[in-house]
C-alpha cells in the first residue's frame, strides 16, 4: 500500500518539477505546437520543414497519403496503446477491457493527424517556436517511435483510416502501461529536444502546464 501511494505522489508532484527550465523560444525557430484534446496529448510539426529539410510524407512513404496531404501544412504525432485507440472508433470510449489493460504493458500505436493550416492557440493549444537542432531532436524522437520500415522503406499502417479521414494509425514500438503514457510520450520527447517539460507527466495537463511556462 505504501508503495502504491509513493508512486501516485510522484505521478503527481513530477508533473510540477520543471525539466530544461532555461529552455527559451526560438524567436524565428521552427513552429509547433503541444495539443491536447483534455486526455491525450500530441505535438504537431510543419509537414515539410526547409531548414532541416524534414518532410513528413516523404518519410512515412505512402504514396496515397503523399497524394491527398500534398497540399496540408501541418501533421501531428501521437503515441499510445492500442486497444484504447481502436476502442475509441466512431466516438465511442473504450470498454472496462481497454482501460484496464491500458494499465499493464502493451501494444502502441502511433497517431497521425494532418491539418491543412497551424492550430489556432488556445486552452488545449500551446504553440512553440523552437531551434532548428531542437527540431531535428524532436523529429528523431517521434520518428524512432515508428515500428521499423519495411524492405521499401514505408511504415507500416495499423488500419486504412483512423477517426476520420485526415488521420491513420501506423505500427509503433514501445510498451504502454501505467507508468509509461501517451503524455509521458509527449513529454519525453520535449524533453529530449531540450524544451521544457515535466519530470513526470502522466496527464494532458502535466505537459501543457511545463510548455506554457
Not at 504525432?77 to 484504447?84: D, H, P, T, Y
Not at 515500428?147 to 509503433?172: K, V
Amino acid at each position: 500500500m505504501q508503495a502504491l501511494v509513493a508512486f501516485v505522489l510522484f505521478l503527481m508532484t513530477g508533473s510540477l518539477v520543471p525539466i530544461n527550465r532555461d529552455f527559451r523560444q526560438t524567436p524565428d525557430g521552427v513552429p509547433i505546437f503541444v495539443v491536447s484534446n483534455g486526455l491525450h496529448t500530441d505535438v504537431v510539426l510543419p509537414l515539410r520543414e526547409t531548414r532541416t529539410g524534414q518532410d513528413w510524407l516523404q518519410e512515412l512513404h505512402q504514396p496515397a497519403l503523399s497524394a491527398q496531404f500534398r497540399q496540408y501544412q501541418y501533421v501531428g504525432f501521437g503515441w499510445g496503446n492500442e486497444g484504447f485507440y481502436l476502442g475509441s472508433m466512431g466516438h465511442k470510449f473504450p470498454g472496462p477491457k481497454a482501460v484496464l489493460g491500458a494499465l499493464f504493458p502493451s501494444k502502441t500505436l502511433m497517431h497521425v493527424d494532418f491539418y491543412r493550416s497551424a492550430p489556432q492557440a488556445g486552452a488545449r493549444v500551446v504553440p512553440l517556436r523552437i531551434s532548428p537542432e531542437q527540431y531535428q531532436r524532436l523529429t528523431t524522437y517521434v520518428r524512432n517511435s515508428f515500428q521499423a520500415p519495411d524492405s521499401l522503406g514505408q511504415y507500416s499502417l495499423r488500419l486504412p483510416q483512423g477517426y476520420t479521414s485526415e488521420d491513420f494509425f501506423f505500427l509503433a514500438r514501445g510498451r504502454y502501461s501505467a507508468w509509461r503514457t501517451c503524455n509521458d510520450w509527449t513529454n519525453q520527447g520535449l524533453k529530449q529536444a531540450g524544451i521544457r517539460s515535466a519530470l513526470k507527466a502522466p496527464f494532458a495537463a502535466s505537459v501543457l502546464f511545463q510548455a506554457r511556462q
